[in-house]
């Protein structure tokens, strides 16, 4: 199994819009974040993670150039907005509409920002065409599996995932927007060979874990190595390594883990 991380940053991004502070001026390119999202492919079967507002380009950087379906935790628009970018993954489908697995929230998102796109076919060749399906708790494939759980986000619940591959028996888990783990989340990604978590700066949020918290998830879960992801400008990426627990690792755009 090999997933990549496109995206580990903030519904701002980092650098930030007129930020003089010293990670948004950098020279370090792992504090360079765009919006979070994930690429993983289980098996020789590519399924993409969210689409941020960079996902074109996310794309063209990592060379990501198949894409056999397409998983929206949640609707927010770092989550969202880059869909309309999918259509390429349409056309190398030879027109045929991309099944888009998400919550009910996420469909309703989906719906409202791309009504054109909800269809058997594109209207037209370069179009975008979406078969909306709601996330089952364990989607079985010939690859491998993909669970999913529900995860507190604020007001609405986001989709928690782990992936086993087939082949190898390989397990990760990508737990992503949340301000906690409940416990049936725990439990589905003990045993994980890694584990991918929202840690999103050093100080409290109201819908977000912090590195506190996200550090506390990690070792109740128990995976050898745990990753934190959608950053914000708060955390400097060499100097935060310094300080996180043994096993827990700040996770950067472009961090590919082959499982």
Known sequence: MEVIFLGTGTSQGVPMIACPCAVCTSADPRNHR??????????GLHIQVDAAPEFRLQCLRERVGQLDFFILTHGHNDHVSGM????????????????VYTTDEGMSRVLAIFPYAIAERPVSRGYAAFKLVYMPES?????GTIQSTLLPHGG????????????????FAYYSDC?????????????????CLDGLRPDPHPTHMNIEEACTAAAEIGA????????????????????????????????????
């Not at 919006?35 to 289980?42: E, N, Q, T, Y």
């Not at 992801?229 to 996770?251: D, F, I, M, N, Q």
């Open 34 to 43: 765009t919006r979070a999202s994930i690429h993983v492919v289980m098996d």
């Open 179 to 195: 301000k906690r783990i409940p416990p049936e989340a725990v439990a589905l990604a003990r045993g994980a060979d890694a584990v």
């Open 139 to 143: 989607l079985e494939l010939p690859q």
């Open 224 to 259: 050898p190595v745990s990753y934190l992801t959608h950053l914000t400008h708060g955390v400097e990426h060499e100097a935060w390594s310094r300080k996180l627990p043994a096993g827990v690792r700040l996770a950067h755009d472009g961090l590919r883990l082959n499982l």
């Open 84 to 99: 309309d970018d999918l259509r390429r993954f349409c056309d190398l489908r030879g027109g045929r509409a991309l099944t």
């Open 156 to 171: 609405i619940n986001t989709l928690g995932l782990v992936f086993t591959e087939k082949s190898s028996g390989r397990k």
